[in-house]
């Protein structure tokens, strides 16, 4: 079946610090892939929606000079968490889509974000 | 205001027992419905999606959702539950027919009981 992989799994920094998230689709080229916050017992919060060589589209609330989306290859997209502070602190999970119609999202698995 | 709902926070059934997971959906139109599984630390799988068609969806892991547009549910269910089903499962809708923007309720933990 089709696979994400999402890397680092687990990251922990300084504030300040501007960490780089990256979701790869491993067997199937993903026009879309969309980028998704989870606070601890809560469900996906959707933060954008990122399609190949276009500028990402966020989702309202989210500031797109401090989360940096970037979908350069159908394969590869990455999220860039600018100057991180403890309140970016959380688990961040990545999503593709592939071409054609009735596919469902396939998620990676996740980055969890600690910033201290 | 389109919208997933899941009821339940926790559900706690016996190994070998019948489950079902409550989710009930406010959407206008056809939407699709998906159910998703996650277990700790890790991404969301992909357990089934509703488009059209039979109302009773067969998906992994030998779950099942029933869509019943008269009452906007699609509860998860399984005949006989193992202790490996234990996760957190979330419901979620695409309220524009697209597999693409979809909109997840808040989940429901799954114990199950050995």
């Known amino acids: 079946g089709a696979v994400v992989s999402q890397h680092p799994s687990w990251v922990i920094c300084k504030s300040g610090t501007s960490v780089k998230i990256e979701c790869r689709s491993l067997d199937f080229q993903a026009t879309t892939m969309f980028w998704y916050r989870q606070f601890p017992k809560q469900s996906l919060m959707l933060m954008a929606t990122s399609n190949e060589g276009s500028k990402a589209t966020y989702e309202q609330g989210v500031e797109k000079d401090k989360f940096l989306i970037n979908h350069a290859s159908l394969t590869l997209s990455t999220l860039t968490v600018t100057s991180a502070h403890p309140e970016d602190s959380s688990f961040y999970i990545c999503s593709a889509l592939g071409a054609g119609g009735n596919q469902p999202q396939h998620f990676g698995d996740g980055t969890r974000l600690s910033i201290l | 205001a389109q919208s997933v709902a899941q009821p339940e926070d926790q559900v706690n059934v016996a190994e070998g027992n019948p489950l079902t997971v409550k989710c009930t959906y406010s959407v206008s139109g056809n939407p699709y419905l998906f159910w998703y599984v996650q277990y700790p630390n890790r991404g969301l799988q992909f357990l089934l999606k509703?488009?059209?068609?039979?109302?009773l969806v067969k998906g992994s892991y030998g779950f099942e959702a029933e869509f019943n547009k008269s009452q906007t549910s699609f509860h998860l269910k399984k005949p006989s539950a193992l202790v490996s089903d234990s996760a957190l499962y979330f419901c979620a809708v695409s309220p524009l027919n697209r597999d693409d923007k979809i909109i997840f309720g808040k989940g429901t933990r799954l114990h199950i009981l050995p």
């Open positions: 509703y488009i059209t068609g039979d109302n």
